[in-house]
């Protein structure tokens, strides 16, 4: 076994594609193959799963995966070393980054470290922090940076610096409402993290609160597919050169649409989609059920309080109710109580609804409710049936639209990119397996079925 094999299995394994592997290594895709073969051979194992679909790891290729990185970060480290000492370097220190590290703060560190020692040589490596901590403990890396609290035997870990967690929202998002947003809070609503691989620990600590939240794909991935696959974009990206190099904010606009949507789409995404909008329905229909239910009961009560000599004790004014629900809610004790109070003492009790009207008001709320996304990528991809590819073409459409000269974007009104290099755009974007490409035919039929309807 030779270390070319290492790394054209590396390559492969990491890209999960042969013609990508290739590109990336700046070779043929057979003799890559023979490579892969050869090793296999060698080892007397089935490294990968291959179909006409895609490739996959076996388990042992997900072992040797581990092995060959360690193998070639060591002599990627000896020829580092032999450089950094025949240019005047008299040591080094290898940094370890993992959990998504914050590049101004790590800008700060590095020109610190320099400053103290000017003579070290500085190499980083991002690497998910699983392997992290292998590597300093397999003395690959000097030191590590991560956002984990996990701490393994024989390594120390304290604090270099803190930073609050944020969130970016949408202007009119509702947990705006908040000054601070409580974590549990976020439970439900999708995230745009950074790339799994990399923010694990981030990801496994958030799932205290909501073990399904959805973490949408980072776009990283997806910005590297448009960049190396230019052959198959040459067109693609003249087209949009022609169209829209005068306007530089409406090409950023449209690529930002392309990498959003792209990072949106996925099966399981989107049936998760669709499961909650279901899901919502009948969590409706069940409030107009159970409140008209409700609504009979305080009815009941009200005429057996009336009837019967007895009295429960319970709310039986509307501000009795609203009171006892705002609680310690100090913003409505310091600017609606009084008022509620002087209201209550100036109407007395014919004047305001009861119990079960308001209840009675929550079921034909309910039961009158009616559905609909909030934003134009959920729009289109949930009113089909199933998942498909489809509905990145659907939801693309819909976003470019929004973001229209008529609908006050910076897109030209008359914009509108070919069906081939949207085809193009969507294999590179969505990283389509052979039986998946859509071709311009497919794009040509899509957009006619949509102005139909």
Not at 192 to 203: G, H, S, T, Y
Not at 283 to 291: C, D, E, F, S, Y
Request: proline content about 4%.
């Amino acid at each position: 076994m030779e270390l070319r094999h290492l790394r054209c299995f590396v390559a492969v394994a990491e890209e999960l594609h042969f013609a990508r592997a290739a590109e990336r290594l700046h070779m043929e895709q057979s003799p890559l193959s023979r490579t892969i073969k050869d090793l296999e051979y060698r080892l007397g194992v089935q490294l990968f799963e291959r179909t006409t679909r895609r490739t996959r790891l076996t388990w042992a290729g997900t072992v040797l995966l581990q092995e060959a990185r360690r193998v070639i970060a060591v002599v990627e480290q000896a020829k580092a070393s032999v450089k950094g000492a025949a240019s005047g370097y008299r040591g080094q220190l290898r940094i370890a980054l993992s959990d998504g590290v914050p590049q101004s703060r790590l800008a700060s560190l590095l020109a610190l470290c320099r400053e103290e020692d000017p003579d070290i040589e500085i190499f980083l490596r991002e690497v998910p922090s699983a392997m992290q901590t292998r590597g300093l403990l397999d003395d690959l890396f000097d030191v590590g940076l991560s956002q984990t609290t996990y701490q393994a035997d024989g390594l120390l870990a304290v604090p270099v610096w803190h930073d609050p967690l944020v969130v970016a929202l949408p202007a009119r998002h509702q947990l705006l409402a908040h000054r601070e947003i409580p974590l549990e809070e976020l439970a439900g609503h999708p995230l745009v993290l950074c790339e799994p691989q990399v923010c694990e620990n981030i990801l496994i600590g958030e799932k205290r609160y909501n073990t399904e939240r959805s973490i949408l794909r980072s776009e990283n991935a997806i910005i590297d597919r448009l960049l190396t696959r230019g052959l198959e974009l040459k067109s693609a990206y003249g087209e949009l050169y022609e169209k829209l190099h005068s306007r530089p904010p409406a090409l950023r606009v449209l690529l930002g649409l392309l990498l959003s949507t792209a990072a949106f789409w996925s099966p399981e995404k989107i049936a998760k989609s669709r499961d909650r909008r279901d899901e919502l329905i009948e969590t409706n229909r069940q409030i107009g059920r159970k409140a008209a239910e409700l609504a009979q009961l305080l009815e009941q009560r009200t005429w057996l309080h009336e009837t019967s000599g007895f009295s429960s004790r319970t709310h039986y004014h509307v501000c009795d109710v609203i009171e006892a629900a705002a609680g310690n809610h100090s913003l409505f004790n310091a600017y609606v109580k009084d008022r509620l109070d002087a209201l209550c003492g100036q109407f007395d009790l014919k004047y305001w609804p009861s119990p079960d009207q308001l209840v009675r008001a929550l079921a034909a709320d309910a039961n009158s409710a009616t559905l609909e996304a909030t934003d134009p990528l959920t729009r289109a991809a949930s009113t089909g049936t199933r998942p498909s590819r489809t509905d990145f073409f659907k939801a693309l459409f819909a976003a470019v639209e929004e973001k229209s000269a008529q609908s006050g974007g910076p897109l030209p009104d008359d914009f509108r990119l070919s069906d081939g290099v949207l085809a193009s755009l969507a294999n590179c974007a969505l990283d389509l397996g052979p039986d998946e490409f859509a071709d311009s035919t497919y794009v040509k039929r899509l957009r006619q079925r949509l102005r139909d309807k």
